[in-house]
Every structure is written in C-alpha cells, then in structure tokens.
C-alpha cells in the first residue's frame, strides 16, 4: 500500500470529530489507514491513557501496515507519539525498533528515546554509527543514509552522552549539511565549546533557506546566546526566529536562576515557562515584584521577540 498521511483523511476523521476512545479503538482496529491516523492523533494531542500506551507500544511490532517498499508506517507514528507523549515504559520498545529494517521507524525511535530522557538506550544509539562517515556516506538513488545518523547524533548530545563524542565527532565532516549541524548542536551539548555554536551561526547565512531553518532549530536546542542577534535577522520566517529564540530565552532562565539559588538569591518562580511574548511582556516583567532577579541579557532577548511580532 502507499504511505498513508493525514492530511489525506475526510473531515469525519478530523480532531474536532474524534474522541479519545475512537481514536484508541481505530488503532486497535484493522483498518490500515485509520489506524496511522490515530497513532498521530494521540501523539499530536498528548493522549496519556494507559490503554492508549498500551496501544501505541504494541502498534511499534506491528507487521500488517507496510509500504509496496517495505516500510512501516504504524510503526513510524507510534514511535513518534510515544515520544510525545513521555512515557518511560515505552524505552524498551522504543530500543527494540533501532533495529527495524525500516530507516524511518529507526530515525523516529531515535529522535523519541532522545526526547524521554533515559540513559539505558545510549549504548543503543552509538552502536547506529559504528563505521562512522566510512558507513554512512550517501547511497546512491536513495532518499536517505544507511542509518538516521542526525537523529542519533542529536538524541545522544540531548542524552549528555560524552562517552559518545570520540563516535560524534567526525561527523563534522560528513557530505550532508544536516548531519554536519546535528554534529555541531551535539557536541555544542557535550562539551559547551563555543566553536561549535559559532559553526551553527555561520550557517544562518547559508544560501539555502531549507538549512537556515535547520541551523535556526538547533541553536534554539542548545541555547546558544551568543546567536540570538544573528538569529533576529536571518533570512527566514519570524515564527521560526521567534521559536529559536525563546529556546535561548528558556535555555538561559533555567542557568540564571539555577546560578541564583546557589548563590542564596532564590526565587520562587524557578521553574516558569516564558511563553510567547507581545510588546507589555517587559513592562509586566519590570512591574513583577521578581523583576530585580530578571536578568539584561532575558530582557534584550525578549526586545528582540517583541521586533519579530
């Protein structure tokens, strides 16, 4: 069968007209193209059930929901939903499926074990780049790598897998220009050395706005404060500025007042999320009985959010 999407569902099958317990029931249903649907729909919509779990973990050893070329489809969107979802008990699982012959079901295992936060798939993960660049250059007449090497690579920097860098490394030098920014952002991550930022901010100004958009992500990812004026002005959609930024924005809140309440300073509101921010965001932060503890560099990144609005 072809690949299944749900842009290609009727508006019956919509969010507006589809329960939790609907959606649970197609994916245990038979019907190959709603139950794709529903994989996606309770990751989109962070379903956190137990029994749709339960469904979604089963759905990853699916067999039935393949593609004429041998690929899994369920099993790509159950993957990707369980990551959403944070659901611990789904490492296993999850671990098990970076062996699947399918690239598209290792590549969402990778990018969903890298969002859940568990150590124990690290030796997992670093097993998908044994070979390095020798066994993961381009195959001719395929759309991808031999292995998902940029969500490895990216899963294992978010994991603070340091044992990881000798194998991250020479990535650097792969032909693919994504693959070389995952390998930036993470070692970025597992060492904190400035060059590698600067790599990602000097591919802002890159010729194609498909990598500009990629390079805008990943400094969002690790919070690269010195990018957030060359981020203001690349040459790319304001939502996508707009979310890089408030990745630094949030990357340093959390460092600010960790470094406050070790130094005895405290403050209350800690763990706060900044959320999109409007032209009275400052004033509202200034007016805060907290303001003394908002930091210059926090306002100056949110003055330049307020310039994208």
């Given at each position: 069968?072809?690949?299944?999407?749900?842009?290609?569902?009727?508006?019956?099958?919509?969010?507006?007209?589809?329960?939790?317990?609907?959606?649970?029931?197609?994916?245990?249903?038979?019907?190959?193209?709603?139950?794709?649907?529903?994989?996606?729909?309770?990751?989109?919509?962070?379903?956190?059930?137990?029994?749709?779990?339960?469904?979604?973990?089963?759905?990853?050893?699916?067999?039935?929901?393949?593609?004429e070329s041998g690929g899994y489809p369920l099993r790509r969107n159950a993957a990707k939903a369980l990551g959403k979802l944070g659901e611990l008990q789904a490492v296993p699982a999850l671990?098990?499926?970076?062996?699947?012959?399918?690239?598209?079901?290792?590549?969402?295992?990778?990018?969903?074990?890298?969002?859940?936060?568990?150590?124990?798939?690290?030796?997992?993960?670093?097993?998908?780049?044994?070979?390095?660049?020798?066994?993961?250059?381009?195959?001719?007449?395929?759309?991808?790598?031999?292995?998902?090497?940029?969500?490895?690579?990216?899963?294992?920097?978010?994991?603070?897998?340091?044992?990881?860098?000798?194998?991250?490394?020479?990535?650097?030098?792969?032909?693919?220009?994504?693959?070389?920014?995952?390998?930036?952002?993470?070692?970025?991550?597992?060492?904190?050395?400035?060059?590698?930022?600067?790599?990602?901010?000097?591919?802002?100004?890159?010729?194609?706005?498909?990598?500009?958009?990629?390079?805008?992500?990943?400094?969002?990812?690790?919070?690269?404060?010195?990018?957030?004026?060359?981020?203001?002005?690349?040459?790319?959609?304001?939502?996508?500025?707009?979310?890089?930024?408030?990745?630094?924005?949030?990357?340093?809140?959390?460092?600010?007042?960790?470094?406050?309440?070790?130094?005895?300073?405290?403050?209350?509101?800690?763990?706060?999320?900044?959320?999109?921010?409007?032209?009275?965001?400052?004033?509202?932060?200034?007016?805060?009985?907290?303001?003394?503890?908002?930091?210059?560099?926090?306002?100056?990144?949110?003055?330049?959010?307020?310039?994208?609005?």
């Amino acid at each position: 069968m072809l690949e299944s999407s749900p842009e290609n569902y009727t508006e019956v099958d919509s969010p507006e007209h589809l329960t939790v317990e609907q959606a649970i029931a197609n994916l245990k249903g038979e019907d190959r193209g709603l139950q794709y649907y529903a994989a996606w729909w309770l990751g989109r919509f962070r379903v956190k059930e137990p029994e749709a779990i339960e469904a979604l973990i089963f759905a990853l050893q699916d067999e039935g929901n393949r593609t004429e070329s041998g690929g899994y489809p369920l099993r790509r969107n159950a993957a990707k939903a369980l990551g959403k979802l944070g659901e611990l008990q789904a490492v296993p699982a999850l671990i098990a499926c970076l062996d699947c012959s399918d690239f598209y079901v290792r590549e969402s295992a990778a990018e969903s074990l890298g969002m859940l936060s568990d150590r124990s798939c690290v030796p997992q993960l670093m097993k998908l780049l044994v070979g390095g660049l020798a066994a993961n250059q381009p195959i001719p007449g395929f759309p991808h790598l031999p292995q998902p090497c940029a969500a490895v690579i990216e899963a294992l920097g978010t994991l603070g897998a340091t044992e990881a860098i000798e194998l991250i490394e020479p990535f650097l030098e792969h032909p693919v220009e994504l693959v070389q920014y995952a390998t930036a952002r993470a070692m970025y991550q597992l060492t904190q050395n400035p060059s590698y930022g600067d790599r990602l901010v000097k591919a802002l100004s890159g010729d194609k706005l498909q990598l500009r958009r990629a390079a805008l992500s990943d400094l969002g990812a690790i919070g690269y404060l010195p990018a957030a004026k060359a981020i203001s002005e690349t040459l790319a959609e304001n939502s996508l500025k707009l979310i890089s930024l408030k990745g630094l924005l949030e990357h340093h809140v959390k460092n600010h007042y960790r470094e406050t309440r070790e130094q005895g300073i405290g403050n209350r509101e800690q763990g706060r999320e900044f959320l999109p921010f409007n032209g009275e965001s400052e004033d509202i932060l200034k007016n805060s009985s907290e303001s003394s503890s908002i930091s210059d560099t926090a306002i100056y990144l949110m003055n330049l959010m307020d310039d994208l609005l």
